[in-house]
């Protein structure tokens, strides 16, 4: 009897194979589509989850209540005037209590808190007499007096620390433009700053690592016989006393860990947005404010985002500011109800997020082979596993980028009012590296090379298919001239993404680089200079000059 079955499988029909692509490209792009609607992102926080955050913990409006009970007037009455500006409910209720607290207790009017030297300082330079302010004034205002700032540096005076005497020195060292002599007319903010520094150093207002840095600047003044390495904090305290009163000012500096910070909240105060309420609010809740310099600034609304957080609640600003990526709004199909449950779940579904991008990708990698027109699939090349999984994860990895805010976007500047520093300032610039690159143009290197390679190894599969196929040597060389503009590929996508990322680098997308939008020009003419010298003329070579026979 014959053999009915047949000793090899037949191939399957081209329909068949073109079907199965097609299903692969389409499950990819579903992979894709539902890898960018799960709202977490590795460098990126999804506003409707940093919201969420907040539900369920203190709100604003307790803080000043407790601040309040605890005798901190100043700070409590100006946390409660920030939460009746963001319209937080009981915020009515809490700045009513503040008023009827500043008008029965009259000894917390002109401070918003208790402190014993300054207290009797003002009694005897006789302000404590005259009619009680409707809120506690700035710091800065009332030192401006002679009589209290003569009355605080005799106080000051007869304390033996080390630190305070070295400040005291310091009102007759000359200081650098714009500010003027301690002692002479016109000098009176710098005096008031350095009393006030000595004060807040004597009662150890000052984190320890703070109050150390202050002390070694005011040594090295000292030492230089010029104000020009104090003076940058002194200028921060200025600032800083001009816009908050006595209790609001000991509680940030309390969360102050450095002059580099000081300087920064200083800064940011004096530009037009004056987050200072924010910053207060801010630093009481979540600990130290040197977090709050990490935060990313936008160039529209820069503290939209904090003052988001503190009408959400505590758990909002503390998430923000443990976080430090951009907030960003994103586009889901998911109900804002499930944003709790994506913040709970959110290393989770990273996992899941970078699975559905390599599956997707992996999909997407076979679909494109099979599609590729005369390429054999018994060609060991593309199917091997190490190769489509080196180009899945290069696939991947653009794809998981191009939705990363910090990667692709770069952080815009905030306008700040204009300040030049002065040339003899000790502060020097330290230039950036040369050969430091941004991460943006690595990751478009890492592209343009990426498509390169995946050009090369198309060309060389057809130049090896050409080789190995049927037909004479006359016949291949034929097919070798018909496949030149194939082999030319590397010049058009080296000059396609020279001409992209000149377009994305100046509509803003990523950052400005000659070299990272050039390089995609040199990496296209190593790929077309590497096929043509090494293998398509190698084979036309073989082929015009066979090997002959022994």
């Known amino acids: 009897m014959g053999n009915f079955h047949t000793p090899f499988p037949k191939p399957a029909p081209d329909h068949l194979l073109k079907l199965k692509a097609l299903f692969q490209l389409l499950a990819g792009i579903v992979a894709w589509i539902l890898a960018a609607w799960i709202p977490v992102r590795f460098y990126g926080l999804d506003h ?88 506690p004034p700035p710091i800065l205002t009332i030192l401006l007096r002679e009589p209290v700032r003569i009355r605080l540096q005799e106080n000051l005076r007869a304390n033996p620390s080390p630190g305070v005497q070295s400040l005291l020195e310091a009102q007759a060292l000359p200081p650098l433009p714009p500010l003027l002599p301690a002692r002479q007319p016109g000098g009176q903010p710098l005096e008031a700053a350095i009393l006030l520094t000595a004060h807040l150093l004597d009662i150890g207002a000052f984190p320890p690592t703070l109050a150390s840095e202050i002390k070694a600047a005011t040594q090295a003044s000292l030492e230089e016989h010029s104000l020009r390495t104090l003076q940058p904090a002194l200028l921060a305290m200025i600032s800083l006393s001009r816009r908050y009163e006595y209790d609001s000012l000991l509680q940030l500096l309390q969360t102050t860990q450095s002059l580099p910070t000081l300087g920064w909240i200083a800064e940011q105060i004096r530009s037009p947005s004056e987050p200072a309420d924010l910053f207060l609010a801010a630093s009481i809740w979540a600990g130290p404010a040197d977090r709050l310099t990490k935060l990313p600034i936008p160039a529209q609304n820069p503290w939209k985002n904090l003052s988001d957080a503190l009408v959400a609640g505590k758990g909002s600003v503390e998430l923000l500011l443990q976080r430090q990526v951009p907030v960003i709004h994103l586009f889901s199909p998911f109900s804002p109800h499930w944003s709790s449950f994506f913040l709970r779940w959110e290393k989770p579904l990273q996992l899941l997020r970078c699975l559905l991008f390599l599956s997707g990708s992996w999909l997407l990698i076979g679909a494109i082979w099979h599609l590729i027109p005369d390429l054999s699939l018994t060609d060991p090349g593309p199917w091997k596993p190490i190769p489509r999984l080196a180009q899945t994860i290069l696939l991947a990895l653009f794809l998981a980028s191009v939705l990363e805010p910090s990667f692709l976007h770069p952080r815009p500047l905030p306008h700040y009012r204009l300040s030049l520093a002065d040339p003899s300032s000790p502060t020097k610039i330290q230039p950036r590296s040369k050969t430091a690159m941004d991460l943006t143009n690595l990751i478009t290197l890492a592209i343009f090379l990426g498509l390169q390679i995946t050009v090369y190894r198309i060309c060389v599969r057809r130049i090896r298919q050409i080789e190995t196929g049927s037909g004479d040597a006359n016949l291949k060389l034929k097919l070798l001239e018909n496949e030149d503009n194939l082999f030319d590929a590397g010049l058009y996508v080296g000059i396609g993404g020279t001409a992209t990322a000149l377009v994305l680098q100046v509509v803003g997308i990523i950052q400005p680089s000659l070299l990272a939008a050039y390089s995609s020009n040199l990496f296209g003419i190593t790929c077309v200079a590497l096929v043509k010298i090494f293998h398509v003329r190698a084979l036309k070579q073989r082929l015009l000059l066979p090997p002959t026979k022994s």
């Open 48 to 135: 409707r989850i940093l919201l969420s955050a907040g539900q369920g913990t203190p709100a604003l409006t307790e803080c000043a209540a407790s601040l309040l009970n605890s005798e901190h007037l100043g700070a409590g009455l100006r946390l409660a005037l920030l939460a009746k500006s963001l319209s937080l409910p009981e915020s009515s209720n809490v700045l009513e209590s503040a008023h009827t607290f500043l008008s029965s207790r009259r000894d917390l009017s002109y401070l918003g808190s208790r402190n014993e030297r300054l207290e009797l300082i003002l009694a005897t330079s006789g302000i404590a007499f005259e009619n009680t302010p409707a809120s």
